[in-house]
């Protein structure tokens, strides 16, 4: 680790993890800028060897910034870190709902990682990247019948959430499939943890899961039906949770629940505890390290199993948001600005909730840097605003910067998750391009949304071409 010069203390250089070693990299989820990031001779922000500033006059602003080797880093620390520290096989599969595209499951299917998908279209996305449909696993809490005939032609895992659907799959299965349907019944194991009210979904009052209280009939329906395999058990507490302690409860939940499931007969040898470990926002986030998280997941779910006398089942973590969120950056151009006297000066950039709708949806709070100005001090106290016509597009209340000016490229942190994949067209703003950096070299890999795409599926009924009252 080097230390930052005093002088650049209060500078944009505070936000670099300051690794000279990327041999042995620190855990991505707690770095702000991706591991990667450098300042280069013009003072300026570089990225997977690539200056931001050229970035964004080549491809265009707003820009996502895709950090290959902090993504590949998390998913390797996941997978060693279980191969060190649990007896048993165990697997790591993405949750794809945090950013779901063609590049990033080729990245993260060739680092051997499994995936976890949310729809159809994420299940078709995984499918068109490559990705074997014996890694994929299909959750939801409202699959429709057409979404379970796709998961039962590409021979993916369902993860079962409530009785129509089980009810629902097992039909499709006996007439459509010629073995059984393997799946896993996600439970809701009532663990509360402290992040964002909309974010909690393993307490009791949640829209996710099967209730505790009857688990046992579906145990017993699940077992007489030939249609299904039910290999194993699922349970998601939450997302952005910073404690160890609620998956270490989670998986002496579930390790009670599979021995119970073995009672029935269920051959499950799965447990899989969900993901939902934080990264850094802000330099207050003091997430553990992934490797701790899964040293920590990994030990108590051996001493749960010791406990309740189970061999150990083959254990799944499926992160999504500390697997590529740390290896994101969105880029803007810096705007007008306007001061309200002894209130607050706000400084415009050219995006705003429709590239990133959480800071309008859970008031998430970000961190950002001026990339052309890396050693300017941070001297000012400004509010960063989107460009849409909502008075809450707010990217960042409290943003301390350097005095800016129109044109200066202002780069928001951490953007890797939950942003791409939460876009809209808000505005009837086209969505912006997201590109792949690695050694010097960029690589598109979204296109930026022009005018006529946004058209695409418009239709105008012909009798409204003319008319006119
Ligand atoms: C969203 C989600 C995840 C991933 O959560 P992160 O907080 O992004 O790690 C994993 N499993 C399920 C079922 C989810 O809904």
């Given at each position: 680790?080097?230390?930052?010069?005093?002088?650049?203390?209060?500078?944009?250089?505070?936000?670099?993890?300051?690794?000279?070693?990327?041999?042995?990299?620190?855990?991505?989820?707690?770095?702000?800028?991706?591991?990667?990031?450098?300042?280069?001779?013009?003072?300026?922000?570089?990225?997977?060897?690539?200056?931001?500033?050229?970035?964004?006059?080549?491809f265009g602003s707003p820009l996502y910034i895709l950090d290959e080797f902090t993504l590949r880093t998390a998913c390797r620390q996941y997978r060693e870190g279980f191969a060190n520290h649990y007896s048993g096989e165990s697997q790591v599969i993405y949750a794809s709902k945090a950013w779901s595209c063609l590049a990033v499951c080729r990245i993260i299917d060739s680092e051997?990682?499994?995936?976890?998908?949310?729809?159809?279209?994420?299940?078709?996305?995984?499918?068109?990247?490559?990705?074997?449909?014996?890694?994929?696993?299909?959750?939801?809490?409202?699959?429709?019948?057409?979404?379970?005939?796709?998961?039962?032609?590409?021979?993916?895992?369902?993860?079962?959430?409530?009785?129509?659907?089980?009810?629902?799959?097992?039909?499709?299965?006996?007439?459509?499939?010629?073995?059984?349907?393997?799946?896993?019944?996600?439970?809701?194991?009532?663990?509360?943890?402290?992040?964002?009210?909309?974010?909690?979904?393993?307490?009791?009052?949640?829209?996710?899961?099967?209730?505790?209280?009857?688990?046992?009939?579906?145990?017993?329906?699940?077992?007489?039906?030939?249609?299904?395999?039910?290999?194993?058990?699922?349970?998601?507490?939450?997302?952005?949770?910073?404690?160890?302690?609620?998956?270490?409860?989670?998986?002496?939940?579930?390790?009670?629940?599979?021995?119970?499931?073995?009672?029935?007969?269920?051959?499950?040898?799965?447990?899989?505890?969900?993901?939902?470990?934080?990264?850094?926002?802000?330099?207050?986030?003091?997430?553990?390290?992934?490797?701790?998280?899964?040293?920590?997941?990994?030990?108590?779910?051996?001493?749960?199993?010791?406990?309740?006398?189970?061999?150990?089942?083959?254990?799944?973590?499926?992160?999504?948001?500390?697997?590529?969120?740390?290896?994101?950056?969105?880029?803007?151009?810096?705007?007008?600005?306007?001061?309200?006297?002894?209130?607050?000066?706000?400084?415009?950039?050219?995006?705003?909730?429709?590239?990133?709708?959480?800071?309008?949806?859970?008031?998430?709070?970000?961190?950002?840097?001026?990339?052309?100005?890396?050693?300017?001090?941070?001297?000012?106290?400004?509010?960063?605003?989107?460009?849409?016509?909502?008075?809450?597009?707010?990217?960042?209340?409290?943003?301390?910067?350097?005095?800016?000016?129109?044109?200066?490229?202002?780069?928001?942190?951490?953007?890797?998750?939950?942003?791409?994949?939460?876009?809209?067209?808000?505005?009837?703003?086209?969505?912006?391009?997201?590109?792949?950096?690695?050694?010097?070299?960029?690589?598109?890999?979204?296109?930026?949304?022009?005018?006529?795409?946004?058209?695409?599926?418009?239709?105008?009924?012909?009798?409204?071409?003319?008319?006119?009252?």
């Amino acid at each position: 680790m080097l230390s930052i010069d005093r002088n650049l203390e209060n500078s944009g250089h505070q936000y670099l993890s300051q690794v000279d070693d990327l041999e042995n990299p620190p855990s991505p989820n707690q770095s702000l800028l991706p591991l990667t990031a450098k300042v280069n001779k013009n003072d300026t922000l570089e990225i997977g060897g690539c200056d931001v500033e050229l970035l964004v006059k080549r491809f265009g602003s707003p820009l996502y910034i895709l950090d290959e080797f902090t993504l590949r880093t998390a998913c390797r620390q996941y997978r060693e870190g279980f191969a060190n520290h649990y007896s048993g096989e165990s697997q790591v599969i993405y949750a794809s709902k945090a950013w779901s595209c063609l590049a990033v499951c080729r990245i993260i299917d060739s680092e051997g990682l499994g995936f976890d998908v949310v729809s159809g279209g994420e299940l078709y996305t995984t499918l068109q990247a490559g990705v074997s449909s014996d890694k994929i696993y299909f959750h939801g809490n409202n699959k429709s019948a057409a979404e379970l005939e796709l998961a039962v032609e590409s021979g993916c895992t369902v993860i079962i959430d409530n009785w129509l659907e089980l009810k629902t799959l097992a039909a499709i299965s006996s007439a459509k499939s010629p073995k059984p349907v393997p799946i896993l019944l996600r439970l809701t194991p009532g663990i509360e943890c402290h992040t964002h009210e909309y974010i909690k979904t393993g307490h009791l009052d949640s829209k996710f899961g099967f209730d505790p209280n009857q688990i046992e009939e579906v145990f017993s329906f699940v077992s007489g039906q030939p249609a299904l395999n039910c290999i194993g058990l699922h349970a998601h507490i939450g997302s952005q949770i910073f404690e160890q302690q609620p998956h270490q409860d989670l998986a002496d939940v579930l390790a009670q629940w599979l021995k119970k499931a073995n009672e029935y007969g269920l051959p499950v040898n799965i447990l899989n505890i969900g993901g939902g470990l934080g990264i850094r926002y802000t330099e207050t986030d003091d997430p553990p390290s992934i490797t701790n998280w899964v040293k920590a997941v990994s030990e108590a779910t051996e001493s749960a199993c010791h406990k309740h006398q189970i061999p150990l089942p083959k254990l799944i973590a499926e992160p999504g948001r500390s697997l590529i969120g740390s290896s994101c950056v969105t880029a803007y151009t810096v705007g007008g600005n306007k001061e309200v006297p002894d209130i607050r000066n706000y400084i415009a950039i050219d995006g705003g909730m429709s590239d990133n709708p959480r800071p309008i949806t859970y008031q998430s709070l970000y961190r950002s840097v001026i990339a052309n100005k890396m050693s300017a001090p941070m001297s000012r106290n400004v509010t960063v605003a989107g460009k849409h016509c909502e008075s809450g597009d707010v990217v960042i209340k409290d943003a301390n910067l350097p005095e800016t000016e129109p044109g200066d490229i202002l780069v928001v942190m951490a953007t890797g998750a939950y942003n791409y994949s939460m876009a809209s067209n808000y505005n009837r703003i086209g969505r912006p391009a997201a590109v792949v950096v690695n050694q010097g070299e960029a690589n598109l890999i979204i296109e930026r949304e022009t005018y006529q795409n946004l058209l695409e599926r418009d239709r105008l009924p012909e009798r409204l071409i003319d008319f006119r009252v």
